[in-house]
């Protein structure tokens, strides 16, 4: 079963790309990573999920190391809206999600 | 995307009352429903796993019988939190999934405050 590291907090610039890592060392090789975002007081909103191939949707793009020990978000043009808490988690032996601390991203204007 | 509907949105109750929280999938058949727990600037905690027709499985340190949950049907699970106290007070959410590894959809969340 993943468990997740992600840095607290990050900041970036409104219009710039918004890069968020996660290391997932513990991983399967049968576990997907997803990653999800949290604006405040509201339920968690699927971003991204991904095996082993870098994704792409509407979204952002989820890029995934060759050993699968970490992957990064990408946003590739943050706005205000996207302000959240992003986690990075995967799914354990019985299909549950198990939610990290996640990082606390702030787009700056 | 799926759509998973969760009322109400905010509850106020006294200490010692109970109160039920409905969890939704609007436009699809969900066998399996997570209830999770959240409090202020802290993370999402996994509190059960709802299955339809089956006892939900608890995780550990979460009583039972304090927070009752019934799946009685493909598209509705619920949670009851019985004789509420104010520790209670938290953000209660829920989320269902198309099917096993499956990503989850999430409701938009339950803000209990128990006075």
């Known amino acids: 079963d993943a468990k997740t590291t992600q840095p607290p907090s990050m900041d970036c610039a409104e219009g710039r790309a918004a890069n968020l890592p996660c290391n997932h060392s513990?991983?399967?090789?049968?576990?997907?990573v997803y990653w999800y975002r949290q604006i405040h007081s509201q339920g968690p909103q699927y971003i991204i999920h991904?095996?082993?191939n870098n994704e792409t949707n509407e979204m952002a793009s989820l890029i995934i190391t060759e050993d699968r020990k970490s992957s990064t978000l990408i946003l590739p043009h943050a706005t205000l809206r996207d302000t959240a808490v992003y986690y990075c988690?995967?799914?354990?032996?019985?299909?549950?999600?198990?939610f990290g601390s996640g990082t606390r991203l702030l787009v700056r204007p | 995307g799926a759509v998973v509907s969760q009322h109400p949105s905010w509850v106020i109750c006294k200490s010692g009352t109970s109160v039920k929280i409905e969890c939704r999938s609007l436009?699809?058949?969900?066998?399996?429903m997570f209830w999770y727990r959240q409090f202020p600037k802290q993370s999402l905690m996994l509190m059960a796993t709802?299955?339809?027709?089956?006892?939900?499985?608890?995780e550990q340190g979460v009583e039972k019988d304090k927070f009752l949950i019934n799946h009685a049907s493909l598209t509705l699970s619920t949670l009851t939190v019985t004789s509420a106290h104010p520790e209670d007070s938290s953000f209660y959410i829920c989320?269902?999934?198309?099917?096993?590894?499956?990503?989850?959809?999430f409701g938009s969340g339950t803000q209990l405050s128990v006075l």
């Open positions: 513990t991983i399967s090789g049968n576990e997907y």
């Open positions: 709802s299955n339809e027709g089956s006892k939900a499985t608890y």
């Open positions: 991904g095996l082993k």
């Open positions: 988690t995967g799914m354990d032996s019985s299909y549950k999600l198990i």
């Open positions: 989320s269902a999934s198309l099917g096993t590894n499956e990503k989850l959809f």
């Open positions: 436009d699809f058949q969900a066998t399996t």
